[in-house]
């Protein structure tokens, strides 16, 4: 059938344009007579492959030297470990935020390797507390955030002030939706199945002064010395999804990097909440200060119209709307490969609905 | 250009068949207008290729109930700490067989949770000592072998009989290549990206009374039992990679299993160790009662012919023969995946080129 518009919360919707060229060269690259999944890691055709995708991120994001870029296995949830294991330095402690269900996992896991203060936490996860207000603590190994919960869509807007503490973000959900600062932060990281590309991996984006003081127990696939002393491939990376996410980079580089993507995103996700706030029947629970603009939670005034507005949207070829089973109602992902059009036929498609059923 | 004859040690070369249908649907998969890549891991779609490519895996290898089948990231050396992480059962120390440079990897990270007993490790990596040899411990938590060092080329022939000690075995290279009664382990694991397809995934197949007594510290991607229990969905798994091994498992299916797969295994190898062992040009160094039948390293009795070997073999469509750096010479791998036809062209480019430098 043609293609849909797929609203997954990750593994999401990849660029058309990403997923031709890997069609188009799936048995043969650059006329090498195979396909990148067969390509040795160490051979000189996959290196440039890897090595390529590398740069286009850190010109993208403007990475400073000092940081090393890691590629690795084990999702955002390994970094859950993995940020803890490697960062503590002898520490005993380290503040988190809790903002939403990420939060809460990155925080469940790293009580297993330390003391974990949680320094701020709404009563509701709908918005996110003023850093004035946030218990920091002066002796924590790092502060952790999760800049965009995907779940209840609530999204930091400006950074917090953490003074000497490194700042440690979980961007699964938002990186390379827009221009950062990297300097800001002491890790950076994303799993890549939402705004990069297939999943089975995470990134990695680490201040050099914070590897190589790992605890004795961590698993060396997940020790940033060993990994960043072997550029990523102290045993085999996962060669294709870095390659799928290195075309991703490529198609971002196209379109204009982070400050064309930002514009257009804010462009969707305004058009997307003017949608539901100019209604009655569509509502979004969270504080229009921290709305994401890559996850949009929305709810029907009647819930009991929820799965004729799923089904009614399936047939329009707009799927994946379900919200998450622990919010109910609808979710709209809405990360950079999903295309302005998917925004505007979705908007069609809920007029039409609270029309016919309103 | 056409396909080559990729004789790469992993990532390695994938069935044609595989690729092309993994082509085929790369931007639509059974008609949901969606690639695999985009798919969210929770919905039935996705849900349905997972549990295919599981009870395929099941019926190949004729897994018992009572084994659980996890797909896991971080490839066979995230396992190397996973196993102990999660099997030591309180106890202190573990046995190892050592041989070859993989056996050598797992006890350097086996050492970081639990004293590694060497039971056996031959002068040379190039034969696999009598069993009655071993030193075994009565109280070892497991007894750890690799079952084909994929850069010496030796391959154990028959299994280890060790009692009541779970029996752990790195099958990452030769796994699917011949029928194994998978009762007599307590462990199979094997990373994908050798006989199966790309990288970026481990398959464990663990006993059920082996899970549940995780290390408090270990990673939850890493922890059996959560992963058991969420059917390897803990976090979002490395979908495409799993989807891309589900293909190759029915494709195993399709040429009849793995009685099928062994006997062309058998006759793919036979060919190209008479090949060598015909000759003075050729030489393999392993004990013949131990040979792989996954990966044939050779040598050139005079290595100054080594480039201008690599470069003709190139010419023909024969790639990726170079010997690991720390053995030198050649090697072939040929697993499933490797055509006869693959087999017949080297033997055939073998044989003009002792001809006309020999």
Redesign the interface.
């Known amino acids: ?4 518009f ?1 609203f ?7 660029a ?1 344009d990403v ?2 060229k ?2 188009e060269e ?3 690259w650059n ?5 990148v ?5 160490r ?1 000189k055709d996959y290196v440039s492959i890897a090595e390529k995708a590398e740069a286009d991120l850190r010109e993208l994001m403007n990475i400073p030297a000092g940081y090393k870029v890691l590629f690795l ?6 970094q ?3 940020i803890p ?1 490697n960062i503590l330095r002898g520490k005993k402690a380290a503040d988190y935020v809790c903002t939403g269900s990420w939060s809460k996992k990155a925080i469940a ?1 790293g009580k ?2 330390c003391d974990v203060n949680v320094v701020s936490q709404p009563e509701k996860f709908n918005t996110i507390p003023e850093v004035s207000e946030w218990n920091l603590s002066a002796d924590a190994a790092y502060l952790h955030i999760c800049s965009n919960e995907t779940i209840e869509g609530v999204e930091f807007k400006e950074l917090p002030e953490c003074g000497e503490v490194p700042l440690v973000a979980d961007m699964s959900s938002n990186i390379l939706s827009r221009p950062i600062d990297v300097s800001k932060f002491g890790i950076i990281y994303a ?1 890549t ?1 939402k705004n990069i ?5 995470a990134i990695a984006i680490v201040r050099e002064d914070l590897i190589g003081d790992a ?3 961590t ?4 020790d940033y010395q060993k990994q960043a002393d072997n550029d990523s491939m ?8 870095w390659y ?1 996410a290195g075309l991703a980079f490529q198609n971002l580089k196209k379109i204009g990097g982070l400050e064309a993507i930002a514009e257009i995103n804010d462009r969707k996700a305004a058009k997307l909440y003017d949608c539901i706030d100019a209604s009655d029947f569509y509502a979004n629970p969270v504080d229009p200060k921290y709305r994401s603009v890559m996850n949009v939670p929305f709810t029907l005034a009647d819930d009991s119209l929820d799965a004729a507005f799923l089904d009614g949207a399936k047939k329009e ?1 707009l ?2 709307l379900k919200g998450h089973r622990s919010i109910g109602g609808m979710r709209a992902s809405i990360y950079n490969a999903m295309p302005e059009e998917g925004i505007d036929a979705l908007i069609a498609f809920m007029k039409e609905f609270e029309r016919t059923n309103g």
């Open positions: 059938m043609a293609r849909v797929n997954s919360a990750g593994p999401a919707t990849i058309e997923l031709k890997a069609q799936l048995l043969d006329g090498t007579g195979m396909s999944m067969e390509m040795s890691h051979g296995q084990g999702g955002a949830t390994g859950f470990a993995a294991m896991e297993k390797y799993g199945q590309g297939p999943a089975g991996m605890l004795p127990t698993p060396s696939v997940l102290l045993n085999t990376p996962p060669t294709y999804t799928m070829g799927v994946t």
